[in-house]
């Protein structure tokens, strides 16, 4: 054991961590107590740079960026539901958008409409149908459309009322774990890698195949036996991420996240798979579930699913 131990000394620097007689061995690194996995331990990985690698990771938020200057396809399939769960809205729609020179436009080829998902100006009646559109339609031709990362931090410059609560929710999105600007009392809450939150979460690194890729498996999860009160404390309840084996970008996260200010409050669900068209990635397949709410228009429980797929490039 002790020869064990020297080996991953000289693999991983100057870190303490130990190792017990369970399945997975625990390993200590600034302040936070990350599980191991056999399979882990016997590749030698360099957990400190895996971690950072996790934290600074941009594929994500990238795949998300490169819907906005490709052509694709989309089946939409949006439900929302009343305090008994039952569907009291819903569209299911197939969708077609065209990108050229920056500029983008969705065309509507189905579309199936029930209960009062549309108001009578036409208008969504749904704010989480009004996020969806967001993310997927353009109605109108947009401009000045890039897959550029020039900044990982998503602005809400301009963006007031509702528009700005939308943002913000897309920021948890598409970045979780970044600092989310101008929620209520939200401060650091989702900076789930600051070394503030170390003793709220259990995290976790292994390696398993996914869709016939080797594949890195990074977890974290509030710990079962927090008070009350430092429960306050976490926004991202839940978070697990597949990355490539080889080339280290993300193929699938999924996600809980909720929180509750009084005037602002959320307990949503996501799963995202990636894939890969040529050198882009994009999400493929995307699934909410959860409840949102503002003060201005009241609280709303949706379902949605949307399937990315037939994808080109101008």
């Known amino acids: 054991m002790k020869g064990i131990a020297f080996l991953f000394f000289l693999l991983l620097g100057n870190y303490y961590y130990s190792f017990s007689q369970s399945k997975d061995s625990a390993f200590i690194w600034e302040g936070r107590q990350v599980s191991l ?71 509507v080829l189905e579309e199936k409409t029930t209960g009062d998902f549309y108001a009578n100006s036409g208008d969504y009646n749904y704010y989480t149908a009004e996020l969806y559109a967001s993310l997927f339609f353009s109605k109108d031709t947009v401009c000045g459309q890039t ?71 990074f977890s974290l999860k509030i710990k079962d036996d927090l008070s009350f009160f430092k429960k306050d404390n976490v926004v991202i309840d839940e978070m697990t991420t597949w990355f490539d084996y080889d080339s280290f970008e993300v193929l699938a996260r999924n996600y809980k996240m909720s929180y509750n200010a009084g005037v602002y409050k959320f307990n949503v669900a996501m799963e995202v798979e990636i894939s890969k068209f040529g050198r882009y990635l994009y999400p493929s397949v995307i699934r909410y579930n959860g409840n949102w709410g503002v003060m201005v228009k009241g609280s709303e429980r949706g379902i ?11």
């Open 147 to 217: 897959n550029v990362l020039k900044d990982m931090q998503r602005t809400l410059r301009g963006k007031k009322g509702l528009e700005k609560n939308k943002e913000q929710l897309k920021m948890l999105f598409f970045n979780p774990g970044k600092d989310i600007p101008g929620i209520p009392l939200m401060g650091n809450k989702v900076k789930v890698f600051d070394q503030s939150h170390a003793e709220l979460y259990d995290f976790a690194v292994d390696i398993q195949e996914y869709k016939g890729k080797s594949a890195y498996v």
């Open 37 to 107: 996995s056999p399979i882990v331990i016997r590749s030698g990985t360099n957990v400190p740079g895996f971690i950072r690698k996790v934290e600074d990771d941009t594929t994500f938020y990238k795949a998300f960026k490169n819907l906005r200057v490709l052509n694709f396809s989309s089946l939409n399939d949006v439900r929302m539901l009343d305090k008994k769960g039952r569907v009291e809205a819903s569209l299911y729609s197939k969708t077609r958008q065209w990108a050229s020179r920056g500029c983008r436009v969705t065309n």
């Open 304 to 314: 949605f699913t949307a399937t990315v797929y037939d994808l080109s490039a101008n």
